[in-house]
């Protein structure tokens, strides 16, 4: 069989049995595995266990549930069934963000509810979706042909949610069992409904705390004109930290920018982006939780589980 065969045969597969995959999505995102402090841990680990079994009934071998002690439960799984070619890493996790306000939501955040031809709830996209996606596409594979075209790891973690603050710890331990050519997420947007695209390239972040101090003790406000403001010195330089251009004005930060090719520059210009109006789309959808408005931007608290109807 050719390779365009196999993958017609794997994307027939897949279309055959997208009801079951949509089910265990949603079974998936019934399990409320919050990993953030205060909430069951119990549930975190159930969340595990469930996703080792879905890699497993989609055909994936030598899966286990990976421990660290302290640490949200990873989970991992292979098929290393054609030698010669590349591995690639499938990395996501199965933690979710706190529900937030539940008189925000339309419907409960870990009862899964389909409007509009979308499915609402914790998880659904951020990161159950980007991970039954993975998962679909390799079971597809696997009972179609049989077969991979490349070898596969899957990493799931348990803690992305809160920092993935072990998981410096966790590619220590299980170095070896990391080794990959490379490594795909489907922890991003969309581009477009139905247009299937690569994201290749996202922005790092750095976090600083800065301290500002100006006096020893209290002033009275009406002997304060000549005196230095901390808090107006933060404003500053925060103010500061963008040229009136737009480029971030941190000296040394674009030293090792890479400039993009011409080909990327041609094909990113050559995409039909219609930006939403604000208007007619809010920031976030109702079901998220964080009370954002059209005119505003999605708190960081509501996590990323945001479908705009």
């Not at 660290?68 to 799984?77: A, D, F, K, R, T």
């Not at 499915?119 to 991970?131: E, F, I, Q, S």
């Not at 004109?225 to 040229?243: E, N, T, W």
Request: aromatic share 6%; with cysteine; hydrophobic share 35%.
């Amino acid at each position: 069989m050719t390779a365009n065969g196999i993958v017609r045969d794997a994307l027939g597969n897949l279309d055959a049995r997208l009801d079951h995959w949509r089910q265990t999505l949603v079974d998936l995102c019934r399990i409320p595995s919050v990993s953030a402090a205060g909430f069951p841990p119990e549930e975190v680990r159930r969340s595990a266990q469930a996703v080792a079994q879905t890699l497993r009934d989609a055909g994936v071998e030598h899966v286990e549930v990976v421990e660290i002690p302290g640490v949200h439960p990873y989970v991992y799984g292979d098929w290393l069934r054609r030698p010669g070619a590349p591995t690639v890493l499938l990395y996501g996790h199965h933690d979710v963000m706190p529900p937030g306000r539940a008189e925000k939501w339309l419907s409960p955040a870990f009862e899964p509810t389909e409007r509009g031809g979308r499915l609402y709830g914790r998880g659904t996209a951020d990161d159950k979706g980007g991970v039954m996606a993975h998962v679909a596409a390799v079971g597809s594979y696997l009972r179609a042909a049989r077969t991979l075209p490349l070898n596969v790891k899957f990493i799931i973690e348990g803690e992305e949610e809160i920092g993935s603050r072990n998981l410096g710890r966790f590619l220590e331990q299980y170095r070896a069992k990391m080794a990959a050519d490379f490594i795909v997420l489907t922890d991003t947007r969309n581009y477009d409904v139905g247009h299937p695209a690569l994201t290749y390239q996202l922005r790092g972040i750095c976090q600083v705390d800065v301290e500002v101090q100006g006096l020893h003790q209290p002033l009275h406000s009406g002997l304060s004109g000549p005196v230095p403001d901390p808090v107006q010195i933060l404003c500053a330089m925060i103010a500061d930290l963008r040229k009136p251009s737009g480029a971030l004005n941190v000296p040394g930060l674009y030293a090792k920018r890479r400039a993009p090719a011409r080909s990327s520059s041609r094909a990113s210009g050559s995409c039909r982006y219609r930006r939403p109006s604000s208007r007619r789309t809010p920031a976030c959808s109702p079901a998220c939780g964080c009370g954002a408005s059209a005119s505003s931007r999605c708190s960081s608290a509501c996590g990323r589980d945001r479908r705009s109807p």
